[in-house]
């Protein structure tokens, strides 16, 4: 009898083994699927097999090296994805800035020959409209992309969101298994790793698996999303600094919302998003907008210099946007900065941060938000104060509180504010009050194109010049750190698929195998059967 | 190490995507011409062909400058040799108006002919150029520079500010010369002009001055020279001097000038000597100079001696305003000849950019072609290998 539940114990291991096998061929391309080992192991009681675990291969070590691996390369990806854009932008050589800048001041050539003829004048007019206009459209580009910038923040907070909720929900499905069944099922144990991975292409999140087998996240500075079954969540919110601008917001246990720092979230697609927002696309426009300024202004100021032909003194060629200042929303104090442009030969492209560190004495911590650069400055006795090019003018001084915050913006879209304002030829200056021959005013304006006015040491050309370069290192040097990451994301991905994946060539060999092993113990059964037979036929 | 079936997929589609990529690239350089297609393919060369484009952008501006600005001077010229032209019939015909032998309706036709000159000489100051602008103004180009006044005499209306133009990048060239400049002005060097005063009433008549010492120490201010006839006896002095005896014919000295002289004085007569830049420099108040005292019939010894001291200064005066018309079309040839200078260096500098350029940004054609063939292959074989790896596996032999 015993070899009958010998045979039987047999039959239940292949059965249990070619369907562990059978689930691991069906389950060859499932993302997330860790391949299932059917463990056998001797039954001490009556002998024969039993089955003591179908246990799936995961290694939880080199899974998380392969998700912080993969929540570089994606943050490294969608850089590059969303600066290519930029690159692109500016590989036009023919279409252009700075094509258009060198027809503007070539349009002061034909004046400088024929300073009262009203084709050369209207030709002016012409160039200005054209380089004004390619101004405002490339700051439009950006603009777009900051839009671009801000609603897919939001379209991956509502996914992690999503996903962390799912994770919250396995983590209290698997401990209800585990506390009725005192194992949980695979299934559900693939999942909540997929889960983790998928969540980690889109953030960096730090996973700790407590002592129970639950899965906590937490990301930034150590702010929990996932703990337990409970779950926190993050949301795209105005920034109290601008705003214009979504940033990262987590609404902590309290109910509070927290503004998530800059640089607090640097993985993922959400990370590489908000690194290219700060670096790359606030950078251009600030450039941008810089040119936009220093060309404008100077313009208008030697155009004013000059005299048109009914022996009026120039008025403004370009319009020139204002410099902004925003009170941040979390301020305590009521106090308001005006501000307008000054020595424009310190206009950096760059927004500053102002914090208030002695209301009293009006002083301010002030930081430079691209290279991170602090210094103090403080409030002169008339309530002003001169930082990179701009004029502050505060309202109230006593409206000033210690810790009160204000972001200065001085050139970011300026450039979309350019524009053309004369239209009839006879306003062009060309002359220098000498009569319609006179064309001392437009040699003045042809020899801009020469001088280092862009923040004091560039030419127009040679600051665009910059701007390209800045934007192909950029594009460049991502470029190159992505394709070295993702070669170690492939390889740490082969890593994990040899412990976890399926070998089809293996699970073939395993079919013969069981299929063979199945057979065997039939025979057995077979076997015990023919001899019981023997047995009863006897008379 | 272990491999498992979606690793072998992955990592074949990988490489065959990172080839395919590859191709694309090499695709994308060859279509354009350009081996820096984005700034991102090489920074450095991208940022420095923005700056190398930009100088010969500045260099073609400075080549249209240069085109206008031979125009410009080539009209100049051409209207400045048609009145060097004219100067020297009008000059011709006072040498003729100046001989004894011509009857008063002589001289007459003279003076019409030389009215002639004289209306051809105004018309051309007052050229303009193919756009109505003219020529000669100054800055006051929107209407005649050299207008007539209530009396039928020319003046100039325009002012001195010559008009000029950048032809490079450090080379700001005036393109047109004031009215001042080239009719109402004479060279530094062009000597003394002797005038006799209005109201003489003696027949003195000069020749010269001509210069014989220019060291000596009064040579260069201006002279006065009264007669003074007392007793039958004439005597001169210079400048107030001490009077000394009058022989005409002789050619008194004085200054480092020497002056002949012929007829007799009446007292109180003098003569005026100065250096031409003091006198009148103005071309048309000599032109008008001589049409009056052409067009006046002249029969006393007074008035011809008056208009023989005339029609010898008007010379004189010719001779320096033509020197100035010379010169000036002589500055204007100049000018033409530096920007042909310019031009051929301008056009070596334009080669050397479009030069490093291309050596900047263009593709090598054939290290690229060769490289789209050895992606080709490339490809090929990450494709193939796909096939082969493909058909291994333990289901097709079981």
Do not use: C, W
């Amino acid at each position: 009898m015993s070899i009958f539940s010998i045979g039987l114990s047999g039959l239940h291991a292949a059965q249990n083994a070619l369907n562990t096998t059978s689930n691991n061929i069906s389950n060859v391309y499932t993302p997330g699927y860790n391949r299932e080992l059917t463990l056998l192991s001797e039954r001490n009681a009556s002998g024969g097999v039993t089955v003591e675990d179908i246990q799936r291969q995961f290694d939880g070590f080199v899974a998380g090296q392969l998700n912080r691996a993969n929540s570089e390369t994606s943050a490294l990806s969608s850089y590059v994805t969303q600066v290519s854009q930029i690159d692109n932008l500016l590989a036009d050589r023919q279409a252009g800035l700075a094509p258009l800048m060198q027809e503007f001041f070539s349009s002061f050539e034909d004046l400088v020959s024929a300073p009262s003829d009203p084709a050369a004048r209207q030709g002016v007019i012409g160039a200005a409209d054209t380089m004004s206009a390619q101004f405002r459209a490339f700051d439009e580009y950006l603009n777009d992309m900051q839009s671009g910038v801000n609603s897919q923040i939001r379209d991956e907070i509502t996914q992690i969101n999503n996903t962390a909720a799912q994770v919250a929900n396995l983590n209290r499905e698997i401990a209800l298994a585990r506390a009725k069944h005192g194992e949980a099922p695979n299934s559900l144990l693939n999942q909540r790793d997929q889960l983790v991975a998928d969540l980690s292409t889109r953030l960096d999140v730090e996973l700790t698996v407590q002592e129970n087998g639950t899965y906590n996240l937490s990301i930034g500075n150590g702010q929990p999303i996932v703990a337990g079954s409970t779950r926190f969540e993050l949301q795209a919110i105005a920034s109290d600094a601008d705003p214009a601008r979504s940033v990262v917001g987590y609404r902590d246990s309290a109910g509070n919302m927290i503004e998530m720092k800059a640089g607090s979230i640097s993985g993922g697609t959400l990370g590489g998003l908000l690194n290219f927002r700060s670096e790359a696309l606030d950078k251009t426009q600030s450039q941008l907008g810089q040119l936009a300024v220093t060309l404008a202004s100077a313009v208008n100021g030697q155009h004013r210099a000059g005299f048109d032909l009914e022996g009026n003194p120039g008025g403004d060629l370009f319009t020139v946007a204002e410099p902004r200042i925003l009170g941040n929303a979390g301020n305590s104090g009521s106090a308001e900065f005006s501000a307008a442009f000054g020595d424009l030969g310190q206009l950096a492209a760059t927004d500053y941060e102002l914090k208030v560190t002695d209301a009293a004495s009006g002083e301010f911590q002030i930081t430079r938000l691209d290279s991170g650069e602090r210094f103090t400055a403080a409030l002169d006795g008339s309530g002003q104060l001169e930082l990179g090019g701009v004029l502050l003018q505060i309202d109230d001084a006593t409206g000033l509180v210690d810790g009160d915050r204000f972001q200065l913006q001085p050139v970011r879209g300026a450039a979309g504010a350019m524009e053309n304002i004369i239209r009839d030829t006879a306003g062009i200056a060309a002359g220098a009050g000498g009569g319609s021959g006179d064309n001392e005013n437009a040699l003045a304006l042809q020899q801009l194109q020469q001088q280092n006015l862009v923040g004091g040491s560039a030419t127009f050309n040679g600051a665009y010049a910059i701007m390209v370069s800045d934007v192909g290192s950029h594009t460049n040097i991502a470029q190159v750190n992505l394709d070295a990451r993702q070669g170690l994301s492939e390889q740490l991905y082969a890593l994990q698929q040899s412990e976890s994946g399926v070998n089809l060539d293996e699970e073939a060999a395993n079919l013969i195998r069981y299929q063979q092993f199945y057979q065997a113990n039939a025979k057995v059964i077979q076997t015990a059967s023919t001899v019981l037979d023997e047995i009863l036929g006897l008379r | 190490m272990r491999i498992s079936t979606l690793t072998i997929y992955e990592q074949s589609m990988s490489s065959l995507n990172r080839q395919q990529g590859n191709l694309m690239h090499v695709s994308q350089q060859i279509a354009s011409g350009r081996r820096v297609v984005n700034p991102s393919d090489d920074p450095q060369a991208a940022s420095q062909a923005v700056q190398v484009s930009q100088a010969l952008a500045v260099n073609s501006q400075y080549a249209d400058a240069r085109i206008s600005a031979r125009n410009a001077l080539a009209q100049e010229e051409s209207v400045l040799n048609s009145v060097s032209d004219a100067i020297g019939s009008a000059r011709t015909l006072i040498v003729q108006a100046a001989s004894d032998t011509l009857s008063d309706a002589d001289r007459a036709s003279v003076a019409s002919e030389l009215r002639g000159i004289y209306e051809t000489v105004i018309g051309q100051a007052n050229a303009t150029d193919g756009n109505g602008r003219y020529l000669f103004g100054g800055y006051q180009d929107g209407s005649e520079p050299f207008v007539r006044d209530a009396s039928g005499n020319v003046s100039y209306v325009g002012d001195s500010n010559n008009r000029a133009v950048r032809v490079d990048a450090s080379r700001l060239m005036p393109v047109a010369d004031n009215g001042n400049d080239i009719f109402r002005s004479v060279h530094s060097g062009a000597g003394y002009v002797a005038e006799a005063a209005a109201g003489n009433q003696g027949n003195v008549t000069f020749r010269g001055p001509q210069i014989v010492d220019k060291s000596n120490p009064a040579y260069g201010s201006a002279f006065d020279i009264t007669f003074a006839v007392s007793a039958g006896v004439a005597s001169y002095s210079v400048n107030g001097g001490a009077a000394q005896v009058y022989e005409p014919g002789q050619a008194i000295r004085f200054g480092g000038l020497s002056l002949t002289l012929e007829g007799m004085p009446a007292d109180g007569d003098s003569l005026h000597l100065d250096r031409a830049e003091n006198g009148n420099t103005d071309l048309f108040r000599t032109f008008e100079k001589a049409l009056a005292v052409l067009e006046q019939p002249s029969s006393s010894n007074t008035e011809i001696a008056a208009r023989k001291n005339t029609l010898s200064g008007v010379l004189r005066e010719f001779d320096n305003s033509l020197d100035n018309v010379l010169t000036t079309r002589a500055s204007v040839g100049a000018r033409m000849n530096e920007l042909d200078v310019v031009d051929s260096v301008a056009g070596n500098r334009s080669l050397n950019y479009e030069e490093k350029l291309s050596g900047l940004v263009d593709l090598d054609y054939v290290s690229a072609i060769a490289e789209y063939s050895l992606r080709q292959i490339g490809l090929q074989a990450a494709q193939q290998a796909f096939i082969d790896i493909k058909g291994m596996t333990l289901f097709d032999r079981m």
